[in-house]
């Protein structure tokens, strides 16, 4: 049940989450296909097309399962129905307005080429606007309810921080090393940066929702982890200065500051486990047990330990630029942002379609969670093949990028094959999502006793 | 410890490192200028940059090592290769390439002659950017080079000419991006086995109207001044019979080097 009429707007916004989820899939598996070759669409969708669209509809749909978990997180912590719904629901419009515009763009070929900013100007003063009315509508929200927690200060400290941190990317240079550099200022600070904020704070409440933990305690931690997330990643940015014709000092700067980008990931996982561990994995909806105390789990090797593996300047020298890359993006993205708006979506089902949890933890979520898991995992492996592998002939030994490629083939198989286990796992969740139903009449309501 | 000691934590620690990195990017963005050599970035490179971003070069290519893993890293492609050949490579790259044969082929872009012009300014600036000495080694297209295991392989101060030829020729000098030592095997130029007896019979050809007169003479006339003669056949020039060969080793090799080179090529026998 509903604590907030207001809150049944998460639905749609999920509900498109899973759609652009799905859809960039797609878009992996037919760039993926060109890795395989021959490539009969070399003149009509070619590689880079195919690949914008895989990479933008991450963004976008991991951002719309971020607002849907604000527009479901906000109203509960705050204790009041969301300021206009109206609003959301036309903020939802726009949005995907803008999307799809987008992806029809890119298909025509109209893009300003800059890997994950390749959106045009004026869509992405579009961005702005939905931006606006989503912070403005979160804002009034607090404001009408007089009471702000800690998580939802995080949250929306994220949610603020990543409209702010867009702003850069809006700019225009004629200096191809200051593009570079103010570019990382978006991507970089978003995910190893504020998105992490995101994270952290839909983190604590499913921890506080499935854990029954003492919401001071985990409040307390929170500010330690979020902290640590500041303290490595901004200065952490500085592993991406090594080698664009920045100073040399970058060099140390982003090598140490970077070392220590695990911590964060590291606190979170140790977080999720102990808190978990503390109420005995009792929740009755066990698909959102898995998916939370996972996201901490993947996170900490993708986006933390995988991070590491090539962050130090010795190291980067030789792997910048190559599959270890993918590897690493691909486990990251996955663990710490795929896997929470996921956990937030299985765990919020229930509320939003008026079923029970105990229906939550049906085999067929179960199943979507180890197959994405397991597929996840065998692609990074089989990336992290071909990373290696590129990285000795390549950049080693000096062999040719094509004689290289040729020579790793054989992962691009494996990463086909473990790309095919995980979209198993993406079909699953989607197939138990539309099983539960949309949610029909009048949602019910706990009130505003609870 | 309490939560407003961990509150404190978060905020004082998120602005201190915040007012360093704000510190350390004005220091950057002042140093950008010189670190680029901005005072040649003209209008062209401007509109190469353009023509980059257009036609979504970053979603296939890495440059810098920035972009996807689907096609070459450009940084240092203008030195590698020259402005002829690239030129002609992006007008046809079908022409060049195959995919039964490399297992990739980049599409056609319908790029007119003068997008072709700026984008080749843009990234031979790009070459020019002080990069902190990345990368290490040169990346190459194709080129299979025959090398030893590292550290057993011959070293630029090796002892011997030759061995240092063999050192630059698969090393820095990046020969074999486009050369192959192996025979029939042609990359972007002529495959090089044999090419000291190559040599000896071609300026004893009547057809020949270079200036050398022993095959010495004619491997330092083709590193140097690679247009002055081209030899017939083959897709290594353009139709008015520039040769693809970068024009800049007369001014990136200093005279001992040539002698090195040419002191392992003519062991290609």
């Known amino acids: 049940m509903l604590a907030y009429r207001s809150q049944r707007v998460a639905y749609a916004y999920f509900a498109a989450a899973l759609v652009l989820f799905a859809l960039q899939i797609a878009f992996g598996f037919l760039a993926l296909a060109k890795y395989l070759g021959p490539d009969p669409l070399l003149d009509t969708l070619n590689f880079a097309t195919a690949k914008s669209i895989h990479t933008n509809l991450l963004l976008v749909w991991l951002l719309t399962g971020f607002m849907g978990s604000a527009y479901y997180l906000v109203p509960e912590e705050s204790r009041v129905e969301i300021h206009s719904e109206r609003l959301a629901w ?17 298909l025509l070929g109209i893009t300003e080429g800059r890997k994950f900013l390749e959106m045009p100007f004026v869509l992405k003063l579009g961005v702005v606007v939905v931006m606006l009315i989503f912070l403005y509508n979160l804002a009034m929200t607090i404001r009408r309810a007089g009471r702000f927690t800690t998580t939802e200060g995080v949250l929306l400290g994220g949610l603020v921080g990543a409209a702010l941190l867009f702003l850069p990317g809006l700019i225009p240079f004629d200096n191809y090393t200051l593009d570079r550099f103010y570019r990382w200022w978006v991507v970089h600070l978003w995910v190893e940066g504020v998105w992490e904020l995101i994270m952290g704070a839909l983190l604590a409440f499913l921890l506080i929702r ?109 792997t910048h630029g190559t599959h270890i890359t993918t590897m690493h993006g691909h486990m990251a993205f996955f663990g710490a942002y795929a896997m929470i708006v996921l956990a937030m979506i299985s765990y919020t089902l229930p509320a939003l379609t008026g079923t029970s949890d105990a229906e939550r933890s049906s085999r067929l979520g179960l199943w979507a969670f180890w197959l994405m898991v397991g597929g996840m995992f065998g692609m990074t492996m089989a990336l992290a093949a071909a990373g290696i592998l590129q990285t000795y002939l390549e950049r080693i030994l000096g062999l040719g990028y094509l004689e290289t490629q040729r020579k790793i083939q054989v992962h691009y198989l494996m990463w086909l094959g473990t790309a095919l286990i995980f979209s198993t796992g993406v079909s699953a969740y989607v197939w138990d999502f539309v099983r539960v139903g949309a949610p029909r009449g009048e949602p019910h309501t706990l009130g505003e006793a609870t | ?189 002529p495959s090089l086995a044999g090419i000291a007896g190559t040599a000896a019979t071609r300026v004893a050809d009547p057809s020949y109207h270079g200036d050398a007169k022993a095959a010495d003479d004619y491997l330092r006339e083709s590193i140097l001044d690679p247009s002055r ?12 019979g520039r040769s693809f060969m970068p024009e800049h080793y007369a001014k990136t090799l200093d005279a001992g080097q040539v002698d090195d080179l040419i002191a392992y090529l003519v062991t290609l026998r």
């Open chain 2, 1 to 189: 410890m309490t939560k407003a000691t961990t509150r404190r934590f978060f905020f004082a620690g998120t602005a201190l490192f915040t007012l360093v990195f704000i510190g350390l990017t004005l220091h950057t963005h002042a140093t950008i200028a010189a670190r680029t050599h901005s005072d040649r970035l003209d209008e062209r490179v401007v509109r190469g940059l353009h023509v980059w971003a257009r036609y979504n070069c970053e979603n296939c290519h890495t440059l810098l090592g920035e972009g996807a893993y689907y096609a070459p890293d450009l940084t240092e492609i203008v030195a590698q290769r020259g402005k002829g050949y690239l030129s002609a490579f992006l007008a046809d790259p079908s022409a060049f390439y195959s995919e039964e044969r490399d297992g990739r082929l980049m599409p056609t872009l319908g790029l007119s002659p003068q997008e072709i012009d700026d984008v080749l300014e843009f990234l031979a600036w790009v070459d020019g950017i002080d990069t902190n000495g990345w990368p290490p080694r040169p990346i190459l297209v194709t080129g299979e080079a025959p090398r030893a295991p590292p550290g057993a392989e011959p070293h630029v101060d090796a002892p011997l000419p030759g061995d240092r030829g063999r050192a630059l020729f698969h090393g820095a000098g990046a020969c074999a991006g486009c050369h192959a030592v192996a025979p029939g095997v042609h990359l972007v130029g």
């Open chain 2, 229 to 240: 003669f081209v030899a017939p056949g083959g897709n290594f020039a353009t139709p008015e």
């Open chain 1, 210 to 318: 499935l854990s029954g933990a003492d919401r001071e305690v985990l409040e307390k931690w929170l500010y330690v982890i979020v902290g640590l997330t500041f303290l490595s990643g901004i200065l952490g940015t500085g592993h991406h200065y090594y080698w664009i014709g920045t100073p040399p000092y970058w060099l140390w700067v982003g090598g140490f500051f970077s070392a220590l980008e695990p911590l964060a990931f590291l606190g979170m996982a140790v977080y999720a486990y102990t808190m978990i561990n503390r109420s005995g994995l009792s929740h009755p909806n066990s698909v959102a047990l898995h998916w939370t105390l996972g996201s901490a789990i993947f996170s900490a090797l993708g986006a933390g330990i995988l991070g590491f593996a090539h962050t130090w300047p010795q190291v980067n020298q030789w």
């Open chain 1, 90 to 106: 036309i903020q939802l419009a726009l949005w995907l307005g803008v999307g799809v515009t987008t992806i029809a763009g890119y």
